[in-house]
């Protein structure tokens, strides 16, 4: 049996999946403690000792906390070693203004202060030539000042370092020799691409990170290793593969966007299982809501990222925070999730988030004095119950009464119409959040399917799909814990990528394939470490491609091996994939080729979802619960509640109505239809 852990904002999720059945064997849902995350992770797997776990497998949002200040998560201090003369480019960075017309714009703090960086007098240039050798007696004096200092992590970020490491390497070297205590990150191991700046702020925040991580994983791997004695701990990684929590250690930054990555996974599983080849995956829970796009049962990615920054309705705002470069699942994110504040702003007027209530206190339903939220919202107009987590939760609706009171008084509007108003707020926030990964990347989203999950998805997954034409919206099952199920249906995964900077005519087929082949050994190396058999591992090849001189790059497939056809096909996928994205090609200008850039995958056995019982099209009758006054934004209707766990294959339920279960209700607007499907989702489609 397998446990996935996804530690979320407000809730904890825990799912325990039998592979050999393909059933889950049970769920916990549980309220996160920020300022401590493992301690409701331990509090479950504590409850769950006596089961025979074999591997527990971990998304967590740690890195990106301490990134923003949480509070318990202070930054350790970081030295910078880099070339004479560039001690400062994480400080000039880019020309990049988030607020273009702002005279009083301050740029993100440098993470490295001016006196924590060290120039050592050596150069390299862009082929890898050694211009000026590297002194060690020089490195060695560097050292030894970090030391006296007592810093314990250390970046090193040399120029044209990606070309050749040979002078990283000696620096490497002579800090594992004077000071063994040190963590060490090279810029020629964590980002070994070109663009000095980008390449300098990913090695630092690397960095930054390598102690945090370091110390919340042995805390963890110590409790689950004491727990569970012979269980493998894994944890899942920004690009949606999983790696040992030795990999993560070495490589923190792999893991900033590690929990929504997991639902984006998770909804590339179920479309193939269901043949849906394109779906857009939204997570809506109790503190952010995401939306990522799966095509031919594959997520898009990104190698573009700011951590630490700030974002517009989901667009991460260039220049606002810090540069990593690594493979990303390709995601937008927004305040608005079941526990965004509803608040009236100075003039009167009525805003939602992105202040969220969190866990504690929570929306004021919870009974632990909170503010109005968008799940107090969901009780008055009659879409959430009276117990949520199965009825493990009590809400009280006359809490959110109270806290709806205070903001009519203000506003001078009915709670009714306060209520209806921040739901179609916080719907049109979360509508652009889904453009921005459709529309925004030259895709239609009238032509995909929207799988919707989290605790809150399914109450506003119709309505979403209903402002940008999208006519079949699918609820997998158990939705509030699905980003857990993500996780134990993804493969171990390792991104290797090395600089190649050549015009795509000019490039010799045999030196790539080399390239190619250089960067699967490693891949090959380190999954035969992590116990995979060669039958259990895979490799793909990809290149970075661009125009020339053009600023950025796309992601193309390569077929192996290299040959003069193959480097003539990738041209050709380059003009297709720039022509969907950028809506232009220049078939006459030159393509180079950046990257040459490898994902070694160590599979493993996939869970099954049972095929749930038959029934016919009308559902029993006790899977109806009761009745509820539920409020829609033109209509007050009496609908029927369904429980889930009573519906049957090919039952179909037509809207106005209520499905409720233990980690999420659905919501069914009028003109709506609900069908069960086989493995028990629900599909609900434009009647």
């Avoid at 993560?248 to 849906?276: R, Y």
């Avoid at 009915?414 to 921005?436: E, F, H, Q, S, Y």
């Avoid at 050549?502 to 035969?528: C, S």
């Avoid at 607007?669 to 028990?680: L, M």
Wanted: charged share 25%; with cysteine; glycine share 8%.
């Amino acid at each position: 049996m397998r446990v996935g852990i996804d530690i979320g904002g407000t809730f904890t999720d825990v799912i325990i999946f039998d592979t050999e059945t393909g059933r889950i064997i049970t769920t916990y849902k549980t309220l996160s403690t920020p300022k401590n995350p493992e301690k409701a992770v331990i509090s479950i797997l504590s409850k769950i000792r006596q089961m025979k776990i074999n591997m527990v497998i971990h998304a967590t949002t740690i890195a990106t906390n301490a990134l923003l200040g949480q509070i318990g998560l202070e930054l350790p201090r970081v030295a910078l070693i880099t070339t004479k003369g560039f001690r400062d480019i994480i400080e000039i960075g880019r020309q990049k203004r988030p607020t273009l017309y702002d005279l009083f714009f301050d740029k993100p703090k440098p993470l490295v202060p001016r006196n924590l960086r060290f120039e050592v007098n050596e150069r390299i240039n862009y082929r890898g030539e050694i211009l000026k050798p590297l002194n060690p007696n020089e490195v060695r004096e560097i050292v030894q000042k970090i030391k006296q200092q007592k810093i314990i992590s250390i970046a090193v970020s040399l120029l044209h370092s990606y070309a050749n490491p040979k002078h990283e390497q000696i620096i490497g070297k002579i800090i594992r020799e004077m000071y063994p205590k040190a963590m060490i990150s090279l810029s020629s191991e964590v980002c070994p691409e070109h663009r000095e700046y980008e390449r300098t702020s990913t090695t630092v925040i690397n960095a930054i990170l390598m102690p945090i991580i370091s110390n919340y994983l042995s805390k963890l791997s110590k409790t689950i290793k004491d727990i569970f004695r012979t269980a493998t701990f894994l944890i899942m990684q920004s690009s949606g593969g999983l790696s040992s929590a030795e990999e993560v250690c070495k490589l923190p930054i792999s893991i900033i966007e590690s929990g929504p990555s997991a639902g984006v996974i998770a909804t590339a599983w179920l479309s193939k299982l269901l043949g849906i080849n394109k779906a857009i995956s939204f997570d809506m829970g109790g503190t952010t809501a995401k939306a990522g796009t799966v095509i031919n049962f594959s997520p898009l990615f990104t190698t573009e990222y700011e951590v630490g920054g700030k974002a517009h309705f989901g667009r991460i705002i260039k220049g606002s925070g810090y540069p990593v470069r690594f493979s990303f699942i390709d995601l937008s994110e927004v305040s608005a999730g079941g526990g965004t504040i509803i608040w009236i702003d100075e003039g009167g007027a009525l805003r939602v988030g992105p202040i969220g209530a969190g866990a504690d206190p929570g929306p004021a339903c919870y009974g632990k004095k909170g503010p109005a939220t968008i799940t107090d919202a969901n009780v008055l107009l009659g879409r959430l119950g009276e117990y949520l987590l199965g009825g493990e939760m009590k809400i009280y609706p006359e809490l959110s009464q109270q806290e709806f009171k205070k903001l009519a008084n203000e506003i001078g509007m009915d709670i009714i119409d306060i209520a209806l108003g921040a739901i179609k707020i916080v719907n049109t926030i979360m509508a652009r959040c889904l453009r921005l990964v459709t529309i925004e990347r030259g895709l239609d989203p009238r032509e995909f399917s929207l799988v919707a999950f989290g605790g809150a998805g399914p109450m506003h997954a119709c309505f979403l799909a209903k402002e940008l034409g999208i006519r079949r919206v699918i609820i997998p099952p158990v939705p509030g814990l699905f980003s857990a199920l993500g996780l134990l249906v993804t493969d171990v995964k390792h991104v290797f990528v090395k600089s190649v900077r050549n015009l795509l005519d000019d490039i010799d087929p045999n030196e790539l394939e080399n390239i190619f082949l250089t960067l699967e050994n490693k891949g090959f190396h380190i999954l035969k470490k992590e116990g995979f058999s060669s039958d259990k591992i895979i490799m793909k090849r990809f290149v970075d491609v661009r125009y020339w001189l053009q600023g950025y790059e796309l992601i193309i497939p390569v077929v192996s091996p290299i040959t003069e056809v193959e480097l003539r096909n990738i041209a050709q996928r380059f003009h297709e994939k720039h022509k969907s994205t950028y809506g232009f090609i220049m078939e006459d200008e030159p393509i180079e080729i950046v990257n040459a850039r490898v994902e070694a995958y160590g599979l493993l056995p996939k869970p099954k979802l049972v095929k749930i019982k038959q029934g016919k099209r009308e559902p029993k009758q006790d899977a109806i619960v009761g009745n509820r006054k539920v409020i829609f934004e033109d209509c007050e209707e009496e609908v029927k509640i369904f429980k889930r766990e009573k519906l049957l294959a090919y039952n179909e339920i037509e809207g106005p109505a209520i499905i409720e279960e233990y980690s999420a209700t659905i919501v069914i607007p009028q003109n709506w239809i609900a069908k069960v499907d086989e493995y028990g989702s629900i599909i609900l489609e434009v009647m």
